[in-house]
């Protein structure tokens, strides 16, 4: 059985592996940072990044919770916490440069509260 953090998955070096374009193509190679599609190429990088942000909460905690040497939690859970704050600021970013992602993401998260059965 495959763990998330089994080696032997083929998963991506890097979060900015996750992103592509149509066709298979990854879009940060060859493409130029600057013009029109900046604004794209920017929105992507934030959704990869937080990828990555997630990515090292997730590595964090399982440190986190593989110690009870207090001087390593406390420094961990430090970086947890630092980590997490990222992930809100890319957020915002996101949320600024394409506004329709705000929209959707309140209406899942509305949707999730509405729920009487998930959220008691």
Do not use: C, W
Request: glycine share 8%.
């Amino acid at each position: 059985m495959q763990t998330f953090f089994d080696n032997s998955q083929s998963q991506p070096n890097s979060a900015r592996q996750h992103v592509n374009v149509q066709g298979g193509g990854n879009y940060f190679e060859g493409n130029e940072p600057y013009g029109e599609g900046n604004t794209f190429l920017t929105i992507q990088n934030a959704r990869a990044d937080i990828i990555g942000e997630l990515d090292a909460i997730i590595q964090y905690e399982t440190h986190l919770h593989a110690t009870t040497d207090p001087a390593a939690r406390a420094t961990i859970t430090d970086i947890v916490n630092e980590e997490k704050l990222h992930v809100g600021q890319l957020f915002g970013l996101l949320f600024k440069l394409d506004p329709t992602s705000q929209v959707q993401f309140e209406k899942g998260y509305n949707e999730f509260l509405s729920d009487d059965e998930i959220y008691k």
